[in-house]
């Protein structure tokens, strides 16, 4: 079974743009989470996605936004970047939305704005 | 305020030696989660704990979810350098199907060979 793929693996913004990231889940998982992970820091819950809807939101500002495919896959978007932006986006996907069961992660996209 | 509290933030041992990683909150979690991060990887899930006083081995790896279900801990005996990396809590204040996972800063390990 394959595991969770993001993409890009590394991408340069600047200030003031806008980036999309992209996620495929593992096969037979229907839910996908986004996390951002400053450097030395755990990662943090932006939002999650099940059954192409949005499923539970953390603290972040409407400029994140995201969307599940009926293939399960997802993208996250990041309007009107911003210095702090710069971090680790980590997807993770499961079969089911509750948290008990456990999450895959993918290997991230090192977002850097300048 | 940070919900989850890892510590110590950094552990540097020698080969063969034990540790025990601290995971504490003053909130009741449904469930508990354990992570290891490599450099340029994402988490990938050691164990998760469910239940109040509930103990789960990985070989080397003890995992105690505490009674209250507020804490948890990792204890690893005779550390190897293939244990050198990012230790991540992670808790669910629900057990519904909202997905959101509070992670702890880590416990960055660093075995010495």
């Known amino acids: 079974e394959t595991g969770v793929t993001q993409s890009p693996t590394h991408l340069i913004k600047t200030r003031g743009q806008q980036v999309t990231l992209r996620c495929s889940s593992q096969?037979?998982?229907?839910?996908v989470s986004w996390y951002q992970q400053a450097l030395g820091q755990g990662p943090q819950f932006i939002f999650q996605?099940?059954?192409?809807?949005?499923?539970g939101r953390g603290n972040f500002p409407p400029r994140f936004s995201g969307l599940q495919f009926p293939n399960y896959s997802s993208e996250l978007n990041v309007n009107a970047l911003e210095l702090d932006d710069s971090a680790l986006y980590l997807c993770?996907?499961?079969?089911?939305?509750?948290?008990?069961?456990?999450?895959?992660f993918g290997s991230g996209t090192r977002l850097t704005v300048v | 305020t940070q919900l989850l509290e890892q510590s110590p933030q950094f552990l540097s041992i020698q080969e063969g030696e034990n540790l025990t990683v601290y995971c504490n909150s003053s909130s009741v979690f449904s469930s508990l989660q354990w992570y290891r991060q490599e450099p340029g990887e994402g988490p990938v899930l050691l164990v998760t704990v469910v239940t109040g006083g509930e103990v789960k081995k990985l070989k080397r790896l003890t995992f105690q979810f505490g009674d209250a279900r507020k804490d948890s801990s990792l204890h690893i005996t005779a550390a190897q350098p293939g244990d050198t990396g990012l230790y991540l809590c992670?808790?669910?204040?629900?057990?519904?199907?909202?997905?959101?996972?509070?992670f702890g800063q880590g416990t960055t390990l660093q075995v010495k060979p």
């Open positions: 096969s037979g998982h229907n839910t």
């Open positions: 996605y099940y059954r192409e809807e949005e499923n």
């Open positions: 992670a808790g669910a204040l629900s057990s519904s199907n909202t997905g959101k996972l509070i």
């Open positions: 993770a996907s499961s079969w089911t939305g509750a948290p008990n069961y456990g999450y895959t």
